[in-house]
């Protein structure tokens, strides 16, 4: 039985979910190697565009520390993303929509292929540590993205990690903003 003829909805399903998985696989993979070109950090120049809008990092995280729910609010939104791409992936096709289905895997590579530009370009591990905090600053929230980071992207940028292996690849190239939403929401 071929299920593309038969029943196109699962099949859609399911090259959707395909291409999503080597969308990841693949663009993360190639992360590394851009961060392997090893350009000038930018956390000073960001962080002083940040001050310039009137951001304090430092003050959001104490915000965000000193409210529990504020961060309950946050994980519970940021676990839901996964769960709202799952959502994508099988109801689009599901209901028929095979052109929008498309679309938004178009829309999401588009999406991390620029991310993945703009960080090479404009690398950074995090504000964390161009602001200057520590773990005991914010004892309620455990930046796991920014220490990720802050782990992998030395090693790749001297080249002590050669060896891609796409199933331990861990947050190499992000935005500087997206540790910091990333280090609310795991906290």
């Given at each position: 039985?071929?299920?593309?003829s ?17 969308l ?6 190639i ?33 965000a ?5 504020v ?8 676990d ?8 994508l ?32 370009l404009v ?12 773990q ?17 992207l030395?090693l ?8 891609l ?5 861990g ?12 280090a609310?929401?795991?906290g």
């Amino acid at each position: 039985v071929r299920s593309g003829s038969r029943n196109p909805r699962i099949f859609a399903i399911l090259f959707m979910l395909a291409q999503i998985v080597a969308l990841l696989l693949l663009l993360t993979s190639i992360g590394y190697m851009m961060a392997a070109a090893n350009l000038p950090m930018q956390e000073a120049g960001l962080l002083a565009a940040d001050r310039m809008l009137g951001f304090d990092f430092g003050a959001y995280v104490g915000f965000a520390n000193d409210r529990p729910w504020v961060l309950r609010a946050f994980v519970f939104t940021y676990d839901s993303l996964h769960r709202q791409l799952l959502g994508l992936i099988i109801l689009l096709p599901l209901l028929g929509f095979h052109r929008r289905a498309a679309e938004f895997v178009l829309a999401f590579a588009v999406t991390l292929i620029a991310a993945t530009i703009i960080s090479t370009l404009v690398p950074a591990i995090g504000a964390y540590g161009a602001v200057g905090l520590v773990q005991a600053d914010h004892p309620n929230i455990e930046p796991i993205c920014y220490y990720a980071t802050l782990h992998e992207l030395p090693l790749v940028r001297d080249g002590t990690i050669r060896v891609l292996d796409a199933f331990n690849l861990g947050p190499i190239l992000t935005f500087p903003s997206f540790h910091a939403i990333c280090a609310v929401l795991y906290g």
